[in-house]
């Protein structure tokens, strides 16, 4: 079983900031990339950031220059520090993980989301 935990939600003001965090545990054998997908009510879910094993990372234009990724592999852990909050980054972030467990099976898995609230 693999379990992702999510923590760092919260309401916050527009330009604001917040720090998600999510750690990965259970029967893991290799992480290959951990990140950060959001879904704002009436809207499909959209990935936010990624980092992959190597330290290569992907964002999603909206947060470019706002948004920092970073991962711990060590502790299978990422984080996402968010700053400039604007009230359009408002939704659940969920986490994610891409890895392949002792079984030997590779999937995605999914924390239960954290809600972001951006407003004043």
């Known amino acids: 079983q693999v379990q992702l935990v999510e923590s760092g939600g919260g309401l916050v003001q527009p330009g604001g900031s917040l720090r998600l965090s999510c750690a990965a545990s259970?029967?893991?054998?290799?992480?290959?990339?951990m990140g950060w997908y959001r879904q704002a009510p009436g809207k499909a879910r959209e990935l936010v950031a990624a980092?992959?094993?190597?330290?290569?990372?992907t964002y999603a234009d909206s947060v470019k220059g706002r948004f920092i990724i970073s991962r711990d592999n060590a502790k299978n852990t990422v984080l996402l520090q968010m700053d400039s909050l604007k009230p359009e980054d408002t939704a659940v972030y969920y986490c994610?993980?891409?890895?392949?467990?002792?079984?030997?099976?590779?999937?995605?898995?999914w924390g239960q989301g954290t809600q972001v609230t951006v407003s004043s």
């Open positions: 980092v992959r094993s190597g330290g290569s990372t």
């Open positions: 994610n993980a891409d890895l392949t467990s002792y079984s030997g099976t590779r999937g995605n898995y």
């Open positions: 259970g029967s893991i054998f290799s992480i290959y990339s």
